[in-house]
């Protein structure tokens, strides 16, 4: 599975989606794997600019923010992205979504 977070810092999820300057990628298969930052042009006086940030992502199957537009969320439903809202440091934010898909599988 291949998560993505927004983050200002590389440490925290602490941005909205249509603010995702930064996504940090990380792969799981039984282990959480850094892949890489990605980059993303934002206009940080722009609304709606989710669809960047999904674009950025579309190999990944899920992306964590502080929050998202509706507009976002249909847009990733598209792409196949499920979108999850969480804050906090970025080892504890995937560790919480780990854990959560892991308990619903048995």
């Not at 930052?37 to 042009?41: A, G, I, L, N, P």
């Not at 990733?76 to 992205?81: K, P, R, T, V």
């Given at each position: 599975m291949r998560l993505?977070?927004?983050s200002s810092d590389g440490?925290?999820?602490d941005l909205h989606l249509g603010k995702g300057k930064s996504v940090y990628v990380y792969d799981y298969d039984d282990e959480l794997s850094f892949v890489e930052?990605?980059?993303?042009?934002i206009a940080l006086d722009s609304k709606h600019q989710g669809s960047k940030v999904l674009k950025a992502c579309e190999d990944c199957d899920v992306l964590i923010s502080v929050q998202f537009g509706f507009?976002?969320?249909i847009k990733?439903?598209?792409?196949?992205?499920k979108l999850v809202m969480d804050e906090g440091p970025i080892s504890e934010v995937l560790k919480r979504y780990i854990n959560h898909v892991?308990?619903?599988k048995n």
């Open positions: 993505a977070v927004v440490e925290n999820v930052m990605r980059s993303v042009e507009k976002s969320k990733a439903e598209d792409l196949g992205i892991e308990f619903m």
